[in-house]
């Protein structure tokens, strides 16, 4: 089953707005890292944070880590309808198997 | 660079055939991942090659299984497919693949159909 979820599940917003994805993991990490997929098609990495960073930028994302409260959001700043997306969390676990556990994504839809 | 390539692109079969899946990775790239993708499940890893090994794996049945070549790039192969099967198969290159615990380049996937 997958370590974590997304939230929300969904998001519509306006063009110019900033969206808010949150993710919420169970065991420590070494990495947590953030993709976006469009529809149907592969998924492109955006920013990746590790486990001793707390804030990391690119352009217009932010993305925040809180190993305390074992959660990361990622913040797009003046949204555009290219945004409108899957964003997907995912999280390389600490000791165990090393493999890239994903969250079930979040449907971000930007409106013109 | 090219990207991660994969073929086909569009694939449909019918329940009991076998399937072949073709992934090549960014040149330079020695681990190679694949995922299952349903709607019901989301992601979900299958297997990690790096240099021609099996280094990790999902907990899928034994029908799906894969191999690398000396070139770096993979294959993976569902016998006996069920309906269930039906799902969107994304392979992922990296450098190092889990070890460093880095990026993931992914190709565009395979969109397999079962009826």
């Known amino acids: 089953s997958q370590q974590g979820e997304e939230d929300p599940q969904a998001l519509s917003i306006q063009e110019g707005e900033n969206a808010t994805m949150n993710c919420s993991y169970k065991t420590s990490i070494n990495n947590l890292q953030w993709y976006r997929q469009n529809s149907g098609r592969g998924l492109v990495h955006l920013i990746l944070i590790r486990s001793n960073e707390r804030e990391k930028h690119s352009g217009r994302l932010r993305v925040t880590l809180d190993t305390s409260k074992k959660s990361s959001s990622l913040l797009i700043t003046a949204s555009r309808a290219a945004d409108t997306a899957s964003y997907f969390c995912a999280r390389y676990p600490k000791g165990g198997s090393e493999k890239l556990v994903f969250g079930k994504g979040m449907k971000l839809t930007v409106n013109p | ?115």
């Open chain 2, 1 to 115: 660079k090219a990207g991660v390539t994969q073929t086909p692109r569009y694939l449909i079969k019918t329940r009991g055939q076998q399937v072949t899946l073709s992934c090549s990775p960014i040149s330079g790239h020695r681990s190679v991942s694949w995922y299952q993708q349903t709607p019901g499940q989301g992601l979900q890893f299958l297997f990690e090659y790096f240099s021609e090994t099996q280094r990790n794996k999902g907990n899928f049945p034994g029908r799906f299984s894969g191999r690398q070549f000396s070139n770096s790039r993979s294959e993976m192969n569902v016998s006996t497919l069920e309906l269930g099967d039906s799902a969107l198969y994304l392979c992922a290159s990296s450098l190092e693949g889990g070890g460093s615990w880095g990026e993931q380049f992914f190709g565009p996937g395979t969109r397999l159909t079962v009826l």
